[in-house]
């Protein structure tokens, strides 16, 4: 009998981390961040509650830091076994992990100057180098053996490259059971990737919730939506800022402004892509054309590689960030982070959030207590870097980019499954889970649904 305990994602989006049990291994499914405000990241480092060096193997579905970023933590503690992923995951967990310790190093830096006590990084970029040589890439589809009496397999989750679904089969004496984690569940007929692998049979599902709340637009109208945002933002001759995570939404808007470049006057605009991390992972999504979908793959034959448009601009350096400052309007910004909780992002809002002729466009979610949460939820004024700043810029949430399924896309996936497997929901806010768990009660056979809290522990 194999167990599966919840460490974190439980009643909650990030932290996402989970401990199976077997006769015989221990296998850590990710160990990821806490995302939100400083209470929230406070439990960054908090202690494991196992020691790190009995894990035999993790898993990791796809390189989003509340999944994988506190990995470079695991490893300084001890941790000396494989890391089992994608290899397109593996490639993004090399820019992003890394970036995270930058991020750590920096803020320890700034506290150790403020006289703080507590000034040691959580972790360093050696910490995630580390990790990076424990990294084993995989590919999709095939079975691998991580430990002994356990095999897995990875399936495209469509949610950004490399993501996916982990199907772990325990045999123990002969007796097979399989765990299948959603990981993050990607949005149907999202653009540039494939959508989710549906599986058909599991003794338990631990599924992510997200947006089990909710229904995006349809892909159609969410194009309009942003049509027409760049119509009114042509029209006040302000500018548009987007702030958007490195991996995954920034691709997908590059994307999208090329195949609308001529419907939405994008050649009247400068694009800044004021991230040299997400340069560097768009380039990396440019390197797994071979999983793109055919959409992708035909426009890349007729258009060339993504970051290839006359009217795009890679900064890579902090001087070439600080000259947009002078730019009052026909810039669209593409910055970190997609939350607003550090980056570059935050001095464009500093610029322009005050400014009437602006515009925010919102296109990823936002957790609890983060400022692009602020934003979305109309606060009058917030708060960039300790100082308060009046909200004047026009704030859009363009609700149907999102890189979740929605409850219609979750509830389907779940009901790809013969046999009306357990279903433990994850990585969701209260609301989100409950209106999930009713429908995925309602489903034929009558499916028994856990909302595991942290520490929870659900046999299989
Ligand atoms: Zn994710």
Redesign the pocket.
């Known amino acids: 009998m194999a167990t599966i305990e919840f460490l974190g994602a439980a009643g909650e989006v990030t932290g996402s981390c989970h401990l199976v049990r077997t006769r015989h291994a221990r296998i850590l499914l990710e160990c990821g961040m806490f995302q939100g405000d400083d209470a929230d990241e406070g439990r960054n480092g908090e202690a494991f509650p196992f020691d790190p060096g009995t894990i035999d193997a993790v898993v990791l579905s ?1 390189a ?1 830091i ?2 994988s970023g506190r990995l470079p933590l695991l490893v300084r503690r001890g941790y000396v076994g494989p890391v089992f992923t994608h290899a397109a995951t593996a490639d993004l967990c090399g820019v992003m992990l890394r970036d995270s310790a930058f991020l750590q190093e920096k803020e320890a830096e700034w506290r150790r100057r403020r006289g703080a006590n507590d000034a040691e990084p959580l972790y360093t970029q050696a910490d995630a180098a580390a990790v990076e040589r424990r990294i084993e890439p995989v590919e999709y589809d095939r079975w691998i053996q991580i430990a002994s009496g356990v095999r897995c397999r990875l399936h495209d989750a469509g ?2 490259l490399g993501s996916a679904i982990v199907e772990i089969e325990v045999d123990e004496g002969g007796a097979r059971r399989t765990l299948v984690f959603s990981g ?1 569940l990607g949005h149907r007929g999202a653009p540039i990737l494939r959508d989710p692998v549906v599986l058909r049979r599991a003794d338990l599902v631990v599924m992510e919730s997200t947006y089990g709340d909710r229904e995006h637009r349809s892909w159609s109208s969410t194009w309009k939506e942003l049509g027409d945002i760049l119509s009114e933002a042509r029209a006040d001759k302000g500018n548009i800022l987007i702030p958007a995570f490195a991996v995954g939404r920034t691709q997908e808007l590059l994307y999208v402004l090329r195949r609308h470049f001529d419907e939405w006057g994008i050649g009247e605009w400068r694009i800044f892509l004021d991230s040299p991390m997400a340069i560097r992972t768009t380039r990396i999504y440019q390197d797994y054309a071979n999983v793109h979908d055919h959409e992708a793959r035909n426009e890349r034959r007729e258009s060339g590689p993504l970051l290839d448009l006359d009217n795009l601009h890679l900064n890579e350096t902090t001087e070439q960030s600080m000259a947009i400052n002078k730019v009052t309007s026909g810039a669209i910004i593409i910055a970190g982070s997609g939350m607003c909780t550090g980056g570059r992002i935050r001095h464009h809002l500093k610029n322009n959030v005050g400014r009437r002729q602006c515009h925010v466009v919102i296109v990823g979610f936002q957790a609890a207590r983060t400022t692009g949460r602020a934003l979305v939820d109309g606060a009058r004024t917030i708060r960039l870097m300790g100082r308060a700043y009046d909200v004047r810029a026009k704030v859009h949430t363009v609700g149907g980019l999102s ?1 979740h399924a929605d409850q219609r896309g979750l509830l389907d996936w779940y009901r790809g499954f013969e046999n009306s497997p357990r279903v433990a929901l994850v990585h969701g806010e209260e609301r989100a889970m409950d209106a999930l768990a009713a429908r995925i009660g309602e489903s034929p056979g009558g499916a028994n649904v856990f909302r595991p809290r942290t520490g929870s522990r659900i046999e299989f």
């Open positions: 796809h989003h509340d999944h949610h950004i993050d890189a």
